[in-house]
């Protein structure tokens, strides 16, 4: 009988992402013979996060190879991605989620000054800025 090792490996295209529920991730996971490099093909791996979303697991290719998306929620703080083989071969990532920046908006006033008496009003539109990060609602 001869036993071989595994080594089970996780990398991510992107190492932070801003809270915004869309925005994601590869991972790429790579399940291999630890002496000779060889991918284990058919491999069940399972997924878990403390933030954002994932799904729970993925199968290797015949080359050992994986690849699965990660999504970022709207709360900030460091996602902590495992991926585990088995009950014993784990790796983590883990993947900064940050608080987009603001909105640009372009603002325009139909006056160019008004009188601050609690009762003078002026009509004011806006769009998102080309530059803008986040949508917005109307």
Do not use: W
């Not at 295209?13 to 991918?39: C, D, K, M, W």
């Not at 058919?42 to 996060?49: E, L, P, Q, T």
């Not at 050992?64 to 495992?82: D, P, Q």
Request: charge should be negative; glycine fraction near 12%.
């Amino acid at each position: 009988i001869t036993l071989r090792g595994v080594t089970l490996q996780m990398t991510s295209s992107a190492y932070q992402l801003p809270a915004n529920g869309a925005a994601s991730a590869t991972l790429t996971i790579h399940l291999r013979e630890t002496t000779n490099f060889v991918g284990v093909g058919g491999a069940g791996i399972i997924f878990g996060s403390n933030l954002g979303t994932i799904n729970s697991s993925v199968v290797t290719d015949s080359t050992g190879t994986a690849l699965i998306t990660f999504t970022s929620g709207t709360e900030v703080g460091a996602a902590e991605i495992i991926a585990r083989y088995g009950n014993l071969l784990t790796d983590t990532v883990s993947i900064e989620i940050f608080a987009p920046a603001a909105a640009l908006l372009d603002l325009s006033a139909a006056e160019s000054s008004i009188i601050g008496n609690g009762v003078t009003t002026s009509t004011s539109t806006g769009s998102p800025s080309p530059d803008s990060v986040c949508g917005m609602k109307p």
